[in-house]
């Protein structure tokens, strides 16, 4: 392909001779001419992918249509509103001759349209999405702008559920998914015959009001049809796996699915939906075409609605057709379309055809249902049965029979043609699908593959399934615990489920087994904070109460051995009662203060902010040692970020002073006993006498840069020892050495030259490299990683010996880039996984590259939903394998599972594929006394008693 410059973005064919507005050359969903449409290749070019001709809507002239004058069909359009004075839209919004008169000029009556949002009648779009919805379904065939798919007849009803302001679902105390119930509640009662929804969200904010909504819609004949999500995923968004929901993915002028499309079994059908030029507010002015009221848009959303105008053209030409045949129709209508070459993409029928879909008349259409359908429970020795329901849509079917099989070996169906019967109009029934996996070690997820067949009518339809296994209440470590109320610990109620305990961070596992703390409700005039932690002992989880003076909050609690006696204590991490310091609490196992009435050590708040923490409660830190007169050798953290130089660590010579800007520095915290108080001095280790003695031990010259690189991951001998290690780079850009530092203290170190043929590591992102053997957490070495751009990342491993590895990744092209690195390891294979967009890629040291989807969920304005992700070593034939653990439950169902790489090739085992049983709260995967990674949750039984469980991971 040829490849261009900015800032020239799209190109268009010839203007189609059948349309005379202005702006028709360029509506290549209405007929493919193959006009071109330049898609990103990089931050500054742009690829030319040139149309196929034919691979659009198959639009039928409004001149061929035979429809009753006096007929007019409305679409509910939810979504932000539209610009009712565009002269594109003139005589194509609703209006409310119930409750306002020709020339109504109040506007605080629901004329033309309603705001469910904030209940009143202004369905202005301040967003410009909803305008583009409607443009695309109703924009006026005249001589200006661009030209709908929908006959004049068909009008928009505008109902507002979104505005710039809703980046959350929750909006001014209402659900937002009950806003949109509310919205689909008033299209009903306004008489839609159609409700287009070009928005989504996850299952966890699905709440009954909505479902409700859509079901009493469904029931009154009137088809939802909604966007199937901008995710390039499989898993489903909602309102996409509702049943019953017509769900379309997009398609682009190539034929081919889209690259950010969500697709699968539940995505129904395929629209256009990339370079989509439509009406925006007349107020806003699009900076790819540079004129006003017009923009380009691509996604699922403008797919949607030129599906919503064929199911109002079906309505408008037959009145009495039936959400069933209107389906039916759809789905034998549909054409092909070409094959994703990467992901394999597909839906569960095809792109839709106008033309056919109004002309034919089938008897006959059986199909199966595949919105219920995901999770598929197997037992401990990979046995399935599930249901599957089949539908017949139209006239009676007889003798109906199934084809059932799984794609891939080793995935067994039992009976593999399955005698349906006969199926009245509009019956649905449910047939029994049972089978085995022949190995746990297979992957969690293939393919279902349902051919039905009834006389001569045949159909091939499939969807993705995940097996999962419910994690065993009796199998594991069962680690009872009394005292406490299961509701203070976790709140599980009409299927959400949260836990109430923290983790105490335990980076180096100073504890058998983890351990949490709960946070107790203060009481007006207390003094103290209190807390309890829950550890194991002697077999079972106890509560021991812990109290501190009265601070604001607690940020985190990190288990270490501050003292040096050999022994785990606690230092916990809060803000002072006055918000005017940090202060850290230090605590021995008992929780009592450990350095008697200085055991709070205060920091006063500045711009240089607090402790890094990641995830929110783990140290994104090191400790080291230091030198104190009245506590004699204590672990201090260690922090490295930008930030100014301490004056105590700078020079009075004003030529040779460090400059007194902010800059990359590693600061550590030393604490000071002044008039009965411990305040944390703050310091460098890189300080202006630090930095002369290598100069001139170094002996280098004085024009070449000394750079001092963040500190180098800790092994748990380093945390032992509270020692560090720092990388130093001298020279200048293509001539540089690298020195790496062994702090003993932080004023004691020695030094190696590290041996690499390579001038690109400084200032790469430093990351840990994780130990997959019992004895360690991290490895000793250290992973180096630049991203050059999207696409391409530079891995280096150096280990204490300053060797270096080197090695290359390449992810699948532009839409797809590296987020960030997820973790690597010591294994055999030297395995690294990185975090795309769209995938979960591995890389080992034969430079093999394989992938996994990952699912997000960024269907609603605003907010991001993914699966969590987690790294860990599980065990396969007594050998133990780097993995990633994900966390699904944000975006679908109960279900954990594992990505693992063996051989080059990722893989996400069955026997690590788990759904929460009913009762039951996640908890952080733990690694326990045995070194075996295990999921972890928390159990409340009928007599509200609580339970933790640790259940092994390994593969067999």
């Given at each position: 392909?040829?490849?261009?410059?900015?800032?020239?973005?799209?190109?268009?064919?010839?203007q189609?001779?059948e349309?005379k507005?202005t702006l028709a050359?360029?509506?290549?969903?209405?007929?493919?001419?193959?006009?071109?449409?330049?898609?990103?290749?990089?931050?500054?070019?742009?690829?030319?992918v040139?149309?196929?001709?034919g691979?659009?809507?198959?639009?039928?002239?409004f001149?061929?249509?035979?429809?009753d004058?006096?007929r007019?069909?409305?679409v509910?359009l939810?979504?932000?509103?539209?610009?009712r004075?565009?002269?594109?839209?003139?005589?194509?919004?609703?209006?409310?001759?119930?409750?306002?008169?020709e020339g109504?000029?109040?506007h605080?009556?629901p004329?033309?349209?309603?705001?469910?949002?904030e209940?009143?009648?202004d369905?202005?779009?301040?967003t410009?999405h909803?305008?583009h919805l409607a443009g695309?379904?109703a924009?006026?065939?005249?001589?200006?702008?661009?030209?709908?798919i929908?006959?004049p007849?068909?009008?928009?009803?505008p109902?507002?559920v979104?505005?710039?302001e809703?980046?959350?679902?929750?909006?001014?105390?209402r659900?937002i998914t009950?806003v949109?119930a509310?919205?689909?509640?008033?299209?009903v009662?306004?008489?839609?015959d159609?409700?287009?929804m070009?928005?989504?969200?996850?299952?966890?904010?699905?709440t009954p009001?909505?479902?409700?909504?859509?079901?009493i819609?469904?029931?009154?004949?009137?088809?939802i049809?909604v966007?199937?999500?901008?995710?390039?995923?499989?898993?489903?968004?909602y309102?996409?796996s509702?049943k019953?929901?017509?769900?379309i993915g997009a398609m682009t002028n190539?034929g081919?699915v889209a690259e950010f499309s969500?697709y699968?079994?539940?995505?129904?059908?395929?629209?256009?939906g990339?370079?989509?030029v439509?009406?925006?507010?007349?107020?806003?002015?699009?900076r790819?075409?540079r004129?006003?009221?017009y923009d380009v848009?691509k996604?699922?959303?403008?797919?949607a609605?030129?599906?919503?105008?064929?199911a109002?053209t079906?309505?408008?030409?037959?009145?009495e057709i039936?959400?069933d045949?209107l389906?039916?129709?759809?789905?034998?209508?549909s054409?092909?379309?070409?094959?994703?070459?990467?992901?394999?993409?597909?839906v569960k029928?095809?792109?839709i055809d106008?033309?056919?879909?109004?002309?034919?008349?089938?008897k006959?259409?059986?199909?199966?249902?595949?919105?219920?359908?995901?999770?598929?429970?197997?037992?401990?020795?990979?046995?399935y049965?599930?249901?599957?329901?089949v539908?017949?849509?139209?006239?009676?079917?007889?003798s109906?029979?199934?084809?059932i099989?799984?794609k891939?070996?080793g995935?067994?169906?039992d009976q593999?043609?399955?005698?349906?019967?006969?199926?009245?109009?509009?019956?649905?029934?449910r047939?029994?699908?049972e089978?085995?996996l022949?190995?746990?070690?297979?992957?969690?997820q293939?393919?279902?593959?349902?051919?039905?067949t009834?006389?001569d009518f045949k159909?091939?339809?499939?969807?993705?399934?995940?097996?999962a296994?419910?994690?065993?209440q009796?199998?594991?470590?069962?680690?009872?615990l009394e005292?406490?109320?299961a509701?203070?610990m976790a709140y599980i109620k009409?299927?959400?489920?949260?836990?109430?305990?923290?983790?105490i961070?335990?980076?180096?596992?100073?504890?058998?087994f983890?351990?949490?703390f709960?946070?107790?409700k203060?009481?007006?005039g207390?003094?103290?904070?209190?807390?309890?932690?829950?550890?194991?002992?002697?077999g079972q989880?106890?509560?021991?109460?812990?109290?501190i003076p009265?601070?604001?909050?607690?940020l985190?609690?990190?288990?270490?051995?501050?003292?040096?006696?050999?022994?785990g204590d606690?230092f916990?991490?809060?803000?002072?009662?006055?918000?005017?310091?940090?202060?850290?609490?230090?605590?021995n196992d008992?929780?009592?203060?450990?350095?008697?009435?200085?055991?709070?050590?205060?920091f006063?708040?500045?711009?240089?902010e607090?402790?890094p923490?990641?995830?929110g409660f783990l140290?994104?830190?090191?400790?080291?040692?230091?030198?104190?007169?009245?506590?004699?050798?204590?672990?201090?953290?260690?922090?490295s970020?930008?930030?100014f130089v301490p004056e105590v660590?700078n020079?009075?010579?004003?030529l040779d002073?460090?400059?007194?800007?902010?800059?990359?520095?590693?600061y550590?915290?030393?604490?000071?006993l002044?008039d009965?108080?411990?305040?944390?001095d703050?310091?460098?280790?890189?300080?202006?006498?630090?930095?002369e003695?290598i100069?001139k031990?170094?002996?280098?010259?004085?024009?070449?840069k000394?750079k001092?690189?963040?500190?180098?991951?800790?092994?748990?001998?380093d945390?032992?020892?509270g020692q560090?290690?720092?990388?130093?780079s001298?020279?200048?850009?293509?001539?540089?050495k690298?020195?790496?530092f062994?702090?003993?203290?932080?004023?004691?170190?020695?030094?190696?030259?590290?041996?690499?043929d390579?001038?690109f590591?400084?200032?790469?992102?430093?990351?840990?490299?994780?130990?997959?053997d019992?004895?360690q957490v991290?490895?000793?070495?250290s992973?180096?990683?630049?991203?050059?751009d999207?696409?391409k990342?530079r891995?280096f491993?150096l280990?204490?010996?300053?060797d270096f590895e080197?090695?290359?990744f390449?992810?699948r092209d532009?839409?797809?880039?590296?987020f960030?690195?997820?973790?690597s390891?010591?294994d055999?294979?030297?395995?690294?996984?990185l975090?795309?967009?769209?995938?979960?890629?591995?890389?080992?040291?034969?430079?093999?590259?394989?992938g996994?989807t990952?699912n997000?969920?960024s269907?609603?304005?605003g907010v991001n939903?993914?699966?969590t992700l987690?790294?860990?070593?599980v065990?396969q034939?007594?050998?133990?394998v780097?993995?990633?653990?994900?966390?699904?439950?944000?975006?679908?169902?109960?279900?954990?599972y594992?990505?693992t790489m063996?051989n080059?090739?990722?893989?996400?085992?069955?026997?690590l594929?788990?759904n929460?049983?009913?009762?039951?709260?996640r908890?952080?995967?733990?690694?326990?006394?045995?070194d075996q990674?295990?999921?972890?949750?928390?159990?409340?039984n009928?007599a509200?008693?609580?339970?933790f469980?640790?259940?092994?991971?390994?593969?067999?």
């Amino acid at each position: 392909m040829k490849k261009i410059i900015l800032p020239l973005i799209l190109s268009f064919g010839v203007q189609a001779v059948e349309l005379k507005d202005t702006l028709a050359s360029k509506l290549w969903h209405i007929e493919n001419k193959g006009q071109v449409l330049l898609q990103a290749s990089g931050d500054t070019t742009r690829e030319h992918v040139e149309g196929i001709k034919g691979y659009d809507v198959h639009f039928l002239p409004f001149d061929q249509m035979k429809v009753d004058p006096k007929r007019e069909v409305v679409v509910a359009l939810i979504d932000s509103g539209v610009d009712r004075f565009h002269p594109d839209l003139k005589g194509r919004i609703w209006f409310n001759s119930k409750v306002c008169q020709e020339g109504e000029t109040d506007h605080n009556k629901p004329c033309w349209g309603y705001n469910a949002l904030e209940k009143t009648a202004d369905i202005s779009d301040d967003t410009g999405h909803g305008t583009h919805l409607a443009g695309l379904i109703a924009a006026n065939h005249d001589a200006i702008g661009i030209a709908g798919i929908a006959h004049p007849q068909i009008k928009i009803l505008p109902i507002k559920v979104v505005n710039q302001e809703t980046n959350g679902f929750v909006y001014k105390g209402r659900m937002i998914t009950d806003v949109f119930a509310d919205g689909i509640r008033y299209a009903v009662e306004s008489g839609a015959d159609v409700i287009n929804m070009s928005l989504g969200w996850p299952k966890l904010v699905e709440t009954p009001k909505m479902k409700k909504a859509i079901e009493i819609a469904l029931q009154k004949n009137i088809p939802i049809i909604v966007a199937a999500g901008n995710n390039s995923k499989e898993i489903p968004t909602y309102p996409c796996s509702s049943k019953g929901v017509i769900c379309i993915g997009a398609m682009t002028n190539n034929g081919e699915v889209a690259e950010f499309s969500n697709y699968g079994g539940k995505v129904d059908f395929l629209a256009p939906g990339d370079g989509m030029v439509s009406t925006v507010p007349l107020n806003m002015e699009s900076r790819i075409l540079r004129i006003k009221g017009y923009d380009v848009k691509k996604g699922t959303s403008q797919a949607a609605p030129l599906v919503t105008a064929l199911a109002a053209t079906l309505k408008l030409l037959e009145p009495e057709i039936t959400n069933d045949e209107l389906y039916a129709r759809l789905a034998l209508s549909s054409h092909s379309y070409l094959a994703d070459k990467r992901d394999h993409k597909f839906v569960k029928y095809g792109l839709i055809d106008m033309q056919k879909a109004t002309s034919i008349r089938p008897k006959i259409f059986v199909a199966p249902d595949f919105k219920d359908i995901l999770e598929v429970n197997i037992d401990e020795d990979g046995h399935y049965r599930f249901l599957l329901p089949v539908k017949n849509y139209l006239n009676e079917a007889t003798s109906v029979m199934a084809k059932i099989s799984m794609k891939g070996k080793g995935y067994i169906v039992d009976q593999s043609e399955i005698e349906v019967g006969d199926l009245k109009s509009g019956q649905e029934t449910r047939i029994m699908i049972e089978g085995h996996l022949e190995n746990l070690a297979l992957d969690s997820q293939t393919y279902l593959e349902v051919e039905l067949t009834t006389g001569d009518f045949k159909s091939k339809s499939q969807t993705m399934i995940s097996f999962a296994k419910e994690l065993s209440q009796t199998k594991g470590k069962l680690l009872p615990l009394e005292g406490i109320k299961a509701s203070q610990m976790a709140y599980i109620k009409d299927g959400r489920k949260l836990s109430l305990l923290k983790p105490i961070a335990d980076k180096f596992r100073l504890s058998k087994f983890p351990e949490y703390f709960l946070l107790q409700k203060e009481a007006e005039g207390d003094s103290h904070t209190q807390f309890q932690v829950i550890r194991e002992r002697n077999g079972q989880m106890e509560s021991q109460n812990f109290s501190i003076p009265l601070v604001n909050s607690i940020l985190a609690i990190f288990r270490v051995d501050i003292n040096n006696d050999g022994k785990g204590d606690y230092f916990v991490y809060a803000i002072s009662k006055e918000q005017t310091d940090l202060q850290f609490h230090l605590l021995n196992d008992n929780g009592e203060p450990l350095f008697a009435n200085h055991s709070i050590w205060n920091f006063p708040i500045t711009t240089f902010e607090g402790l890094p923490l990641k995830a929110g409660f783990l140290d994104d830190f090191h400790w080291v040692n230091v030198k104190s007169a009245e506590f004699g050798n204590v672990k201090v953290p260690l922090i490295s970020k930008e930030w100014f130089v301490p004056e105590v660590d700078n020079t009075d010579d004003i030529l040779d002073r460090m400059p007194d800007v902010p800059d990359d520095h590693i600061y550590y915290l030393n604490p000071l006993l002044k008039d009965d108080k411990v305040t944390m001095d703050l310091r460098i280790v890189d300080s202006y006498n630090f930095r002369e003695k290598i100069k001139k031990t170094l002996r280098i010259p004085y024009r070449n840069k000394m750079k001092v690189e963040k500190p180098l991951p800790q092994t748990r001998a380093d945390i032992e020892n509270g020692q560090f290690r720092v990388l130093v780079s001298v020279g200048r850009e293509f001539d540089k050495k690298y020195y790496q530092f062994n702090f003993k203290m932080t004023d004691q170190f020695e030094f190696t030259e590290v041996q690499t043929d390579s001038n690109f590591i400084s200032q790469n992102a430093i990351y840990p490299v994780l130990a997959v053997d019992s004895n360690q957490v991290h490895a000793d070495q250290s992973l180096f990683m630049t991203l050059f751009d999207r696409t391409k990342a530079r891995l280096f491993r150096l280990d204490q010996r300053g060797d270096f590895e080197r090695r290359e990744f390449v992810t699948r092209d532009w839409s797809d880039p590296v987020f960030q690195h997820i973790a690597s390891f010591n294994d055999e294979e030297s395995i690294s996984f990185l975090e795309a967009r769209y995938h979960i890629y591995g890389v080992d040291k034969e430079g093999r590259i394989d992938g996994l989807t990952i699912n997000r969920d960024s269907s609603f304005p605003g907010v991001n939903f993914s699966e969590t992700l987690e790294p860990l070593v599980v065990t396969q034939n007594n050998r133990s394998v780097p993995a990633v653990f994900v966390n699904s439950t944000l975006i679908f169902g109960e279900r954990l599972y594992v990505m693992t790489m063996t051989n080059g090739k990722m893989t996400r085992p069955a026997a690590l594929s788990v759904n929460l049983p009913a009762r039951c709260v996640r908890l952080d995967p733990a690694r326990l006394e045995n070194d075996q990674s295990s999921f972890a949750m928390l159990c409340v039984n009928k007599a509200d008693k609580v339970t933790f469980h640790y259940i092994p991971m390994t593969i067999p």
